[in-house]
Antibody, heavy 117, light 108 residues
Framework: QVQLVQSGAEVKKPGASVKVSCKASGYAFNGYYMHWVRQAPGQGLEWMGWINPNSDDTKYAQRFQGRVTMTRDTSISTVYMELSRLRSDDTAVYYC??????????WGQGTLVTVSS | SYVLTQPPSVSVAPGKTARITCGGNNIGSKSVHWYQQKPGQAPVLVIYYDSDRPSGIPERFSGSNSGNTATLTISRVEAGDEADYYCQVWDSVSDHPLFGGGTKLTVL
C-alpha cells in the first residue's frame, strides 16, 4: 500500500533552516510528482511547491521563491523540503502529498515545525 | 489570480444532509476535488473529478459542479463527519493546485 512517512517535529530559531523528509513506499517513486503543502495553526492549506522525482524539476509558489528548495534521493525513494531564513510565521505543519493527475491522493502524516526564539 | 471561496462554517443535525459549496469563476469548467481533514490528521481525499469517490469513502459523500459553484453533499450526516473540508482545483495558468479556504462542518 502507498505510504508517505515524514520526519519528526522540529524546533528552530528565527533565521535558521529546516529540512523535512518524506519517504515513499508502495508505488513507483519516479512515476509521481510530489507536492509540499503547509498548514499554519488554525489556518487552511497552502501549496508550497512540487518536485518531479524522475527529472528533479521543481516548481515553487512565488511567495517561497528563494527560501525553499525541494530535492529527492531516488535511491531511497525520499523527497526533501528545505526552508531557510525561518520566521515565526513559518510555524506550521508541513505535509508531502503525492500528485495523481493534478490532485493529491496520498498524504504524509505531517511534520510540525515550530519557529521560536 | 483564481480564487476559491468556501463558507467558513456549516452546521447540520445528525441524519440530515450537509451541503458545502466552493465558488469560483466558471468553476464548472474545471475539475474539483474535495478533502476531509479531522483535527490532528492529514487531509483525506473524499471526492475527485467533481463527483467520483475513492475506494473506502462512503456513498453518503457526493459531489457536483456547475456554473460558478461546486458542491460537496454529505447525506445522513454522522458525528464522525465533523471535520474541515477543502475544495481544490488546478490553476492551469500557474501550474499548481489551488485550495479553497476550508469549511468547518459541525454536527449539532
Amino acid at each position: 500500500q502507498v505510504q508517505l512517512v515524514q520526519s519528526g517535529a522540529e524546533v528552530k530559531k528565527p533565521g535558521a533552516s529546516v529540512k523535512v523528509s518524506c519517504k515513499a513506499s508502495g508505488y513507483a517513486f519516479n512515476g509521481y510528482y510530489m507536492h509540499w503543502v503547509r498548514q499554519a495553526p488554525g489556518q487552511g492549506l497552502e501549496w508550497m511547491g512540487w518536485i518531479n522525482p524522475n527529472s528533479d524539476d521543481t516548481k515553487y509558489a512565488q511567495r517561497f521563491q528563494g527560501r525553499v528548495t525541494m530535492t529527492r534521493d531516488t535511491s531511497i525513494s525520499t523527497v526533501y523540503m528545505e526552508l531557510s531564513r525561518l520566521r515565526s510565521d513559518d510555524t506550521a505543519v508541513y505535509y508531502c502529498a503525492r500528485d495523481l493527475n493534478q490532485l493529491a491522493d496520498y498524504w504524509g502524516q505531517g511534520t510540525l515545525v515550530t519557529v521560536s526564539s | 489570480s483564481y480564487v476559491l471561496t468556501q463558507p467558513p462554517s456549516v452546521s447540520v443535525a445528525p441524519g440530515k444532509t450537509a451541503r458545502i459549496t466552493c465558488g469560483g469563476n466558471n468553476i464548472g469548467s474545471k475539475s474539483v476535488h474535495w478533502y476531509q481533514q479531522k483535527p490532528g490528521q492529514a487531509p483525506v481525499l473524499v471526492i475527485y473529478y467533481d463527483s467520483d469517490r475513492p475506494s473506502g469513502i462512503p456513498e453518503r459523500f457526493s459531489g457536483s459542479n456547475s456554473g460558478n459553484t461546486a458542491t460537496l453533499t454529505i447525506s445522513r450526516v454522522e458525528a464522525g463527519d465533523e471535520a474541515d473540508y477543502y475544495c481544490q482545483v488546478w490553476d492551469s495558468v500557474s501550474d499548481h493546485p489551488l485550495f479553497g479556504g476550508g469549511t468547518k462542518l459541525t454536527v449539532l
